[in-house]
Each structure stands twice: as C-alpha cells, then as structure tokens.
C-alpha cells in the first residue's frame, strides 16, 4: 500500500515561495503516477499538478502553470511542488495523491492521498 506523507507549508507573504515535498512507501516512484491538489475553506479541491511515473510530461492546471512546478527526485521517492509568486488566492491545504494509473491521480480519484500540508498567504 502506498502511504503518502506532505510537508513544508507554512505562512508566507504574498510574492513569496514555498517548495512542498510528499515522501513516498510502500511504492517506489516508477511504479505510480503522483499529484498535487489542493482545498481552500468553503470550496471544492481543485487539481493543481500531476506527473507520470517516467516524469515525461508534467501536467498543470492552467491558471497555475505559469508559477508552479512539479518534480520528482526518484532516490529520495518524492515528490515536489514548487510555489512561486503566491498570493492569497493559493490559500489551502495542499495534498499529494498516487495511484498506479495517471487518470485517477489527475481525476482526484486516486487510491492513496497524504494527510495534507497547510498553505497560508497573507501580509
């Protein structure tokens, strides 16, 4: 089974950076396909990032494309997501998911998902 757990959230100014990681077990990385959604308060959880198990074509959500990228350091069996120039709008809390098929995970219909790291940006 494959146990998916986040970190590096935190608080951060608007323009600021922030790199979230999500250690893999139970699986290597070639095996699944990963993906970062994530869920601000009174909405629904929105697809932010997903990438294939031989990291070829990383896939965005469009309106992040531009600001955020996603990778993966198959030694480590991680995944990251890299924020940059975030504003209030990127407020939620962030979450990896994997599955061995790339629909589920771009879906949100994934198996596996990590508990989840919170995203604050505000001045």
């Known amino acids: 089974q494959l146990q998916l757990a986040e970190s590096g959230g935190g608080s951060v100014q608007p323009g600021g950076s922030l790199r979230l990681s999500c250690v893999a077990s139970g699986f290597t990385l070639d095996d699944v396909a990963m993906g970062w959604f994530r869920q601000a308060p009174g909405k629904e959880r929105e697809f932010v990032a997903a990438v294939s198990r031989s990291n070829s074509n990383p896939y965005y959500a469009e309106s992040l494309k531009d600001r955020f990228t996603i990778s993966r350091d198959y030694a480590k069996n991680t995944v990251y997501l890299q924020m940059n120039s975030l504003n209030s709008e990127d407020t939620a809390l962030y979450y990896c998911?994997?599955?061995?098929?790339?629909?589920?995970?771009?879906?949100?219909?994934?198996?596996?998902w990590g508990q989840g790291t919170q995203v604050t940006v505000s001045s």
């Open positions: 998911n994997g599955d061995l098929q790339w629909g589920p995970v771009v879906a949100g219909t994934s198996r596996y």
